[in-house]
């Protein structure tokens, strides 16, 4: 399985781990503390970008919480038609782009946005893309965070399909690529300024040097 194979399974997910599943189960826990790291780093006013925002259920509570300039990448089409109907009044004034991190993250300008984010998304990112790190870097202005899990051992629905200790399968379908992103980011000139674990996921906030 290559990079072009693990988007192409995103892109056409429907059920479990679909737009409209997500749209179901509405905020978690993890939307509240991406909602309140940004509110205390970077303030309401913040250009904010979700990577991998499906159909908004995490920029909603932003957009609810009074941030208005929000943008998402998605590469499932669905998942804004499933926006439309559960979060209109964010349809209607974020700006979305339907197409891979990859295809995308290129074409801003450095520092696009004052905040980055991603919830369980990098996750995903195969080992031969990993190349976007950089390019996220890149249009992060301030504040960086992720929200990924981290520890094989957090993922109690994990599949293991071979010897690497990095990568399981989620539901045999889906690789899970597992890595350090205090790592990933601190070479890449960021610093950890703060981290909580929720649920299973590992949250850190990065700030650019």
């Known amino acids: 399985?290559?990079?072009?194979?693990?988007?192409?399974?995103?892109?056409?997910?429907?059920?479990?781990?679909?737009?409209?599943?997500?749209?179901?189960?509405?905020?978690?826990?993890?939307?509240?503390?991406?909602?309140?790291?940004?509110?205390?780093?970077?303030?309401?006013?913040?250009?904010?970008?979700?990577?991998?925002?499906?159909?908004g259920r995490h920029l909603s509570h932003l957009f609810d919480d009074g941030f208005s300039d929000l943008s998402g990448v998605e590469l499932n089409a669905k998942a804004f038609d499933v926006m439309a109907d559960h979060y209109p009044d964010l349809w209607e004034t974020g700006t979305f782009h339907a197409d891979p991190i990859e295809d995308v993250v290129g074409d801003f300008d450095d520092d696009a946005f004052d905040a980055v984010y991603s919830v369980e998304t990098l996750q995903h990112v195969h080992p031969d893309a990993e190349w976007v790190f950089a390019e996220i870097a890149r249009v992060t202005g301030d504040v960086l965070v992720t929200a990924e899990i981290e520890d094989d051992a957090a993922d109690a629905e994990r599949v293991e399909r071979d010897e690497d200790?990095?990568?399981?399968?989620?539901?045999?379908?889906?690789?899970?690529?597992?890595?350090?992103?205090?790592?990933?980011?601190?070479?890449?000139?960021?610093?950890?300024?703060?981290?909580?674990?929720?649920?299973?996921?590992?949250?850190r906030a990065f700030r650019a040097r």
Do not use: K
Request: charged share 35%; aromatic share 12%; with cysteine.
């Open 165 to 203: 200790p990095d990568v399981n399968f989620v539901r045999d379908e889906f690789p899970l690529y597992y890595r350090d992103w205090g790592e990933v980011f601190g070479s890449l000139g960021f610093e950890q300024i703060e981290r909580r674990d929720v649920n299973r996921d590992t949250v």
């Open 1 to 55: 399985m290559d990079s072009h194979d693990v988007r192409r399974q995103w892109a056409d997910r429907t059920g479990e781990y679909s737009p409209a599943y997500y749209a179901h189960y509405g905020p978690d826990e993890t939307s509240e503390s991406v909602r309140e790291i940004l509110r205390d780093r970077v303030g309401r006013d913040a250009a904010v970008l979700e990577l991998g925002c499906s159909s």
